[in-house]
């Protein structure tokens, strides 16, 4: 269906794919499979390897006033589009792999979005569902193009779709199934207000049509009249909502209740949050109580999400470089009350601090160390709380001083956690990257060999 859908697109069509990451590269291959396009181009910032020999390039600076020569423009998610580039401002039409992949198989989609949540709960959901021998696959936003997922597919499959709002932004598609888990503050160096992100991810159910289901999270829910679908209200700790965690422990949906593992690998209430998401809708699948007990006892949590790496020099190391958020910091801490240090900051992006500056007040973690752009601007905000918050703050200039500060500080026995409520793009190429070098600083040894 979707390669069906994809020649009707293209043929006869100047196709212009906008980026030529991963994404961009599994839009090449399928619009090589099906053909029938009058010409085809490849625009990105950077220098592209690997484009076949018909592709018109057209790299540098101004690399998006391609789009100007094309009839039909794939954009990658981490595209930005600049002034006089959007669509309607261009006779080109501006579409995406996912409103094709959505187009093709939306009443078999799963969507999920939210600020944070949506990869563990996507992935929890998939998890779950091959274990109880649901067929199923998973893709998008995860790090899986649904490109490649074609072959895959049945009309019996259950397509689980993380979708990130730069996969909305212009997305005119949405899926029968939208789970909304929540909305914070995030992005806004690319959107620019938080009225406008909130905007882009409510395109998960904006287009969604009689018939359909939302679960949506409070802050996101749509006014009456915006949502064709039928809306499921999620809450935390809310016996009047739908869909709840009540007693940190106990999934509840619509009055049937789930009692969680008491062994479980995935930590905090926020994970446990996500588990009566998955315990809703897999029972509307008809999945058992039993097997999504299963399911979420033996689920494995993805790396970089309040993962333990390791104890050197009698610290333990736990990495949430996922945080990129107020919300997921305070999390973190309230997950694991054993942190002596926390690792806070990156690239500022513009976000409001005062609800973690708030937090921080009131948690008694001894040591805050503060690095890089947003941590200079949170120390500095910082000085308006009272002194007991400042006493505890230490500034360092990026990662490696300020694990290095962790190893002089940090009690033997506890926990130091990166937890950076910030994003990475001033000095990594990605939220993966900066965990990974914070492990590989943790576990680097002095010269005495004691990692201290």
Same mark, same amino acid.
């Given at each position: 269906?979707?390669?069906?859908?994809?020649?009707?697109?293209?043929?006869?069509?100047?196709?212009?794919?906008?980026?030529?990451?991963?994404?961009?590269?599994?839009?090449?291959?399928?619009?090589?499979?099906?053909?029938? *396009?009058?010409?085809?181009?490849?625009?990105?910032?950077?220098?592209?390897?690997?484009?076949?020999?018909?592709?018109?390039?057209?790299?540098?600076?101004?690399?998006?006033?391609?789009?100007?020569?094309?009839?039909?423009? *794939?954009?990658?998610?981490?595209?930005?589009?600049?002034?006089?580039?959007?669509?309607?401002?261009?006779?080109?039409?501006?579409?995406?792999?996912?409103?094709?992949?959505?187009?093709?198989?939306?009443?078999?989609?799963?969507?999920?979005?939210?600020?944070?949540?949506?990869?563990?709960?996507?992935?929890?959901?998939?998890?779950?569902?091959?274990?109880?021998?649901?067929?199923?696959?998973?893709?998008?936003?995860?790090?899986?193009?649904?490109?490649?997922?074609?072959?895959?597919?049945?009309?019996?499959?259950?397509?689980?779709?993380?979708?990130?709002?730069?996969?909305?932004?212009?997305?005119?598609?949405?899926?029968?199934?939208?789970?909304?888990?929540?909305?914070?503050?995030?992005?806004?160096?690319?959107?620019?207000?938080?009225?406008?992100?909130?905007?882009?991810?409510?395109?998960?159910?904006?287009?969604?049509?009689?018939?359909?289901?939302?679960?949506?999270?409070?802050?996101?829910?749509?006014?009456?009249?915006?949502?064709?679908?039928?809306?499921?209200?999620?809450?935390?700790?809310?016996?009047?909502?739908?869909?709840?965690?009540?007693?940190?422990?106990?999934?509840?949906?619509?009055?049937?209740?789930?009692?969680?593992?008491?062994?479980?690998?995935?930590?905090?209430?926020?994970?446990?949050?996500?588990?009566?998401?998955? *315990?809703?809708?897999?029972?509307?699948?008809?999945?058992?109580?039993?097997?999504?007990?299963?399911?979420?006892?033996?689920?494995?949590?993805?790396?970089?999400?309040?993962?333990?790496?390791?104890?050197?020099?009698?610290?333990?190391?736990?990495?949430?470089?996922?945080?990129?958020?107020?919300?997921?910091?305070?999390?973190?801490?309230? +997950?694991?009350?054993?942190?002596?240090?926390?690792?806070?900051?990156?690239?500022?992006?513009?976000?409001?601090?005062?609800?973690?500056?708030?937090?921080?007040?009131?948690?008694?973690?001894?040591?805050?160390?503060?690095?890089?752009?947003?941590?200079?601007?949170?120390?500095?905000?910082?000085?308006?709380?009272?002194?007991?918050?400042?006493?505890?703050?230490?500034?360092?200039?990026?990662?490696?001083?300020?694990?290095?500060?962790?190893?002089?500080?940090? +009690?033997?026995?506890?926990?130091?956690?990166?937890?950076?409520?910030?994003?990475?793009?001033?000095?990594?190429?990605? *939220?993966?990257?900066?965990?990974?070098?914070?492990?590989?600083?943790?576990?680097?040894?002095?010269?005495?060999?004691?990692?201290?």
């Amino acid at each position: 269906m979707l390669l069906k859908l994809l020649k009707e697109q293209i043929t006869g069509k100047r196709v212009l794919l906008l980026g030529f990451g991963r994404e961009g590269r599994a839009v090449c291959r399928r619009v090589l499979e099906v053909g029938g *396009f009058a010409a085809l181009g490849i625009a990105d910032m950077n220098p592209v390897s690997g484009a076949p020999e018909q592709a018109v390039l057209h790299i540098g600076d101004r690399y998006q006033d391609a789009m100007a020569d094309y009839d039909l423009v *794939f954009k990658s998610p981490g595209i930005v589009l600049t002034e006089g580039h959007k669509p309607g401002q261009l006779s080109c039409r501006v579409t995406s792999l996912t409103e094709l992949f959505l187009s093709a198989y939306r009443e078999q989609c799963i969507g999920i979005t939210g600020t944070k949540g949506k990869s563990t709960t996507s992935s929890l959901l998939y998890h779950v569902l091959q274990t109880a021998g649901v067929p199923s696959v998973l893709g998008g936003n995860i790090g899986i193009p649904t490109a490649e997922l074609y072959e895959q597919i049945t009309p019996e499959t259950v397509i689980v779709l993380e979708i990130g709002v730069h996969q909305l932004e212009y997305n005119t598609v949405s899926p029968k199934t939208a789970v909304f888990l929540n909305l914070y503050e995030e992005h806004l160096d690319h959107y620019g207000t938080f009225a406008y992100y909130a905007y882009c991810k409510e395109n998960i159910y904006r287009n969604q049509r009689a018939g359909d289901l939302l679960i949506c999270g409070q802050k996101g829910l749509p006014e009456p009249g915006d949502c064709k679908a039928e809306v499921l209200r999620l809450a935390m700790e809310d016996e009047s909502a739908d869909i709840t965690l009540l007693d940190g422990n106990t999934a509840v949906f619509r009055g049937e209740r789930l009692r969680l593992p008491d062994e479980m690998a995935l930590t905090g209430v926020h994970n446990r949050y996500n588990c009566a998401v998955v *315990f809703a809708l897999a029972r509307r699948l008809g999945v058992s109580a039993e097997d999504i007990f299963r399911g979420i006892a033996t689920f494995q949590p993805l790396p970089h999400r309040l993962s333990p790496i390791g104890t050197f020099g009698g610290i333990r190391w736990v990495d949430d470089s996922i945080s990129t958020a107020c919300e997921t910091c305070i999390q973190a801490l309230t +997950a694991l009350p054993d942190t002596d240090t926390v690792l806070i900051g990156g690239m500022d992006r513009g976000i409001s601090y005062v609800p973690l500056l708030e937090f921080l007040v009131q948690c008694p973690v001894p040591h805050i160390v503060l690095m890089s752009d947003s941590g200079k601007r949170i120390m500095q905000e910082a000085r308006q709380y009272p002194h007991s918050l400042t006493s505890r703050m230490i500034y360092a200039a990026d990662l490696p001083e300020a694990v290095a500060i962790a190893k002089r500080v940090t +009690a033997r026995g506890k926990i130091c956690l990166l937890s950076p409520a910030a994003a990475s793009y001033n000095v990594y190429k990605n *939220f993966e990257k900066r965990g990974e070098h914070f492990a590989q600083l943790a576990a680097e040894q002095n010269g005495d060999g004691t990692g201290l």
